[in-house]
């Protein structure tokens, strides 16, 4: 057997053997989960729709995931993006979040969906739904501040 037999042979077993280590999914509970950002802030179904298309994949407790997320080393990379997305901000349980942690967190979220830096390039490339007009873009920029308003508002005020 040559080393390049070897080699190839090598490498599909290590392929192989890679598919039964699968990382755990994030599918949620099942039913709503009442912290989630729009439970407490509810959307017009316009902006409910485009945060399920362009966030809730890696920001939420439930993700909707493509056929090739069942291939490995794919589903390791998209299972860490996730996880490292809802580290960042997770909209399931943003009722979680301090006053001042949520006004943080959308005013980002605005800014990096103005910037055209979120949803990400790489997601925008695999889900065409992703893909934000600037008409959207504007709407769920302007929602995200109008939010974050509000939530600035019922913060009593401190006295000095």
């Known amino acids: 057997m040559s080393i390049l037999s070897k080699t190839l ?28 950002l729009t439970a407490h802030h509810p959307a017009p179904p316009e902006i409910k729709t485009l945060l399920e ?42 009722a979680d979040y301090t006053p001042k942690r949520a006004a943080r967190k959308l005013e980002e979220s605005a800014e990096l969906i103005r910037e055209g830096e979120m949803p990400l390039p790489s997601y925008k490339l695999a889900h065409a739904e992703a893909r934000l007009t600037p008409e959207q873009t504007q709407r769920l920029a302007d929602w995200f501040a109008a939010v974050r308003a509000r939530i600035i508002e019922a913060v009593p005020a401190t006295s000095p």
């Not at 599909?12 to 912290?35: C, E, T, W, Y």
């Open 9 to 36: 042979l090598g490498m599909a077993i290590i392929g192989i053997s890679m598919q039964f280590h699968r990382p755990v999914k994030n599918l949620g509970p099942g039913a709503p989960d009442a912290r989630d």
């Open 53 to 94: 298309n362009t966030c809730y994949d890696c920001h939420s407790n439930t993700t909707r995931y493509p056929w090739y997320a069942e291939i490995q080393p794919v589903g390791w990379w998209l299972a860490w993006h996730v996880n490292d997305g809802k580290k960042h901000l997770n909209f399931s349980t943003f």
